[in-house]
């Protein structure tokens, strides 16, 4: 009988208000507070995006926008937040289920399609921080435009450079303008030498995830 109490006990998702009283005790009434009533979306879901995504997710923002039309590939599985069990399905619906898993509670937001010039204001419209997640160039260049041209005033985090085995220390946080911060090294490309690796596209991510966090508490670099 109490072998069995005890797995019960071992499975039992805790409660919203639990989940919310043990952020409160770590991260404060008021930052919580703002937290979990803020929206942040992240375009594209690989190796920055899904982990920004986990990384917003436990610090209990309360609406999470998601966007990706891509599935998830073997080759996807060294550096982003899927699983081997996952490989085929469309990114949206695979981390949709594994947030659930660690944040059973936040609001999610899911759109499985590519965004275009078109489409970009519409979808992003709804957020209070914007992070980039792409891969190309010519994919950055355009939500910059869409967003700065288009959503004036919405903050936008967006990265560049976090290829290699470089120092960890070389990736930082830039503000390139009122509204528009940059996360990387400026420098790396993932055509050149090692490629990506896990830990530094998870610095680059914790940076963006950081600066979106700092964003909502009102906090700005200067």
Known sequence: MSV???????????AEA??????????????????REAAVAVCG???????????LAR???GRLI??????VDVSNLHRQ???????????????????????????????????TEENACGLLAGADVICEA????????MLADCVLAGLPGKDYVASSGMAGLGPANAVRTRRIAPHFYLCGDGVSDAADGVGLVAP???????????????LLAGERET
């Open 81 to 115: 937040q899927y699983k081997a069990c996952q490989v085929g399905r469309y990114k949206t619906e695979a981390l949709e289920e594994n947030l659930r898993e660690i944040a059973p509670y936040v609001r999610l937001e899911m759109h499985t399609v590519r965004i």
């Open 59 to 61: 610090a209990g923002v």
């Open 200 to 214: 530094r596209v998870m610095l680059c991510a914790a940076h963006q995830a950081q600066t979106a966090l700092r």
């Open 134 to 141: 792409f891969d190309g160039a010519e994919e950055k260049a």
């Open 18 to 35: 639990e989940m919310r009283r043990a952020l409160e005790e770590r991260q404060g009434e008021e930052l919580s507070r703002r937290l």
């Open 45 to 55: 879901l690989g190796g920055l995006g899904s982990h920004i995504a986990y990384a």
């Open 4 to 14: 069995l109490w005890e797995a019960v006990e071992l499975d039992r998702i805790p």
């Open 66 to 71: 998601l966007i990706d039309f891509d599935r």
